[in-house]
């Protein structure tokens, strides 16, 4: 019989759902290939003890008690599902310093507190897992992590946000204002009943402050992505910009200018109808690694709507069951840069340059 990898799950809405549905599907198959019996131990959850939820896993005890599940001498991994810095931030500090590996898909937590959670990781000998922090599904991170290992990255940017892609594209294809779009994108499921974080350009800033310390190893405060939102573009704009041969698209943009000093920016951008990126439409996302010797690279994949639960469980999922699966494991997965690391030059942002 395998070893059992033991998880508890802090946080149990939609996403925590979807990612027991996945488990226990693909357990037979993940045993096997992985050499671990995953089993789910513990669930906090303050929502669930008022309502109960469907898709619990069996045996699983059910609690209020956040920092109990974060600590419990049971639980080899955390998996966070609860958002924001707070209480989220220390919670992962307690799991972390009680030598449990963290599986996370936080980004604005990563980007505000990263680096000292992975120097806290590093330090544990535990795993600081996040790939399902930036563009969802697609394997990103580990890419910019293992793949490009031989060669220089120079810039990484890309369509980081499905919610402002789909109104955008919408936009560009039907000439409605904004506020339709919008409507339109909560009612499908693609936006939120508030939309700041994605359509003020600070859920991209977040991904590509993530994207940035991995692409350049160097520390990103998300203070110095400059970022601008889409809400002030008119139908007019996009009749202007396909008289040029170019749609509107919300970038994020990150490259290393001369000295080591890097550029970032989330904004709107006027890209050639020709290009790639312009062909990726509704709630998508694209990410594009600029490299010295072997050029470009785009990775696609979905970014908002109904695949959201499935999105983050699914990449949440693979990494968890990576965490605890030997030294090599725990040394790939804590990437962000660490304050007692040499660095390169601090990052810039495009009001300094």
């Given amino acids: 019989m395998n070893t059992p990898l033991r998880i508890g799950i802090l946080g149990f809405g939609t996403v925590g759902r979807a990612l027991v549905r996945l488990v226990e599907a693909e357990s037979e198959r993940l045993s096997r290939q992985l050499g671990?019996?995953?089993?789910f131990v513990a669930i906090a959850s303050r929502a669930l003890t008022r309502k109960p939820a469907g898709d619990l896993p069996a045996g699983a005890?059910?609690?209020?008690?956040?920092?109990?599940?974060?600590?419990?001498p049971d639980v080899d991994v955390v998996v966070e599902l609860l958002g924001?810095?707070?209480?989220?931030?220390?919670l992962l500090v307690a799991a972390l310093g009680a030598g449990k590996s963290v599986v996370t898909a936080n980004k604005a937590l990563l980007a505000a507190r990263g680096t000292e959670l992975a120097r806290l990781a590093r330090d544990q000998g535990v795993a600081l897992a996040f790939e399902a922090a930036v563009a969802g599904g697609i394997p990103i991170l580990r890419a910019i992590r293992e793949s490009f290992t031989g060669d220089r990255i120079d810039a990484v940017s890309g369509i980081l946000n499905g919610t402002c892609n789909f109104i955008l594209t919408g936009m560009a294809r039907t000439a409605r204002p904004y506020p339709g779009m919008l409507a339109e994108a909560q009612a499908l499921g693609y936006a939120e009943a508030d939309p700041a974080a994605?359509?003020?350009?600070?859920?991209?800033?977040?991904?590509?402050?993530?994207?940035?310390?991995?692409?350049?190893?160097?520390?990103?405060?998300?203070?110095?992505?400059?970022t601008e939102g889409i809400t002030r573009l008119r139908p007019v704009d996009f009749v202007y910009a396909g008289m040029l041969g170019r749609t509107p698209r919300q970038l994020g943009i990150a490259s290393r200018l001369a000295g080591g000093r890097l550029l970032l920016s989330v904004r709107t951008h006027l890209v050639s109808n020709e290009s790639m990126l312009a062909r990726v439409d509704g709630p998508f996302n694209a990410v594009q690694v600029s490299t010295a010797r072997a050029g470009d690279f785009?990775?696609?994949g979905r970014g908002a709507g109904e695949i959201r639960p499935r999105r983050p469980s699914s990449a949440t999922s693979s990494r968890s069951l990576a965490a605890d699966r030997g030294p090599a494991c725990r040394r790939s997965e804590r990437t962000l840069p660490s304050p007692s690391r040499p660095r390169a030059p601090p990052a810039s942002s495009p009001r300094s340059t």
């Fill in 36 to 39: 671990v019996e995953l089993r």
């Fill in 198 to 226: 994605d359509v003020e350009g600070t859920d991209a800033a977040c991904k590509l402050a993530l994207l940035a310390r991995l692409a350049f190893g160097q520390d990103v405060p998300l203070g110095a992505v400059r």
């Fill in 61 to 72: 005890r059910i609690g209020e008690d956040l920092l109990a599940v974060a600590t419990a």
């Fill in 298 to 300: 785009v990775f696609t």
């Fill in 84 to 90: 924001g810095l707070e209480p989220a931030g220390p």
